[in-house]
């Protein structure tokens, strides 16, 4: 009878845990998400032309960079070009 409950609340416990990761990850997909859809917006308005610079680019470690931070890798990224440090 105890190995029961114990199975019992051993699925629980994986339910609830598979359940938090998936809802984790859900939030992740849509950061990145967004960060490349405002990477793409700030390209094609030019808005970092409006600022005398040239726009981000499309290149590797742009695109890495907005997938895995997300807005506030966007964020990042045009702070760096402002200040002038390129990547």
Do not use: E, R
């Not at 094609?44 to 890798?73: E, N």
Request: with cysteine; glycine share 10%; net charge neutral.
């Amino acid at each position: 009878m105890s190995s029961v409950i114990i199975a019992i609340l051993l699925i629980v416990a994986v339910v609830a845990a598979v359940y938090y990761l998936a809802k984790q990850f859900s939030v992740l997909v849509v950061n990145a998400v967004a960060g490349m859809i405002l990477l793409v917006v700030l390209n094609f308005l030019h808005v970092m032309q409006w600022m005398g610079k040239p726009d981000l680019g499309y290149g590797l470690a742009t695109v890495l960079i907005c997938a895995i931070g997300g807005v506030p890798g966007v964020c990042i990224l045009v702070l760096l070009d402002i200040l002038g440090i390129t990547i």
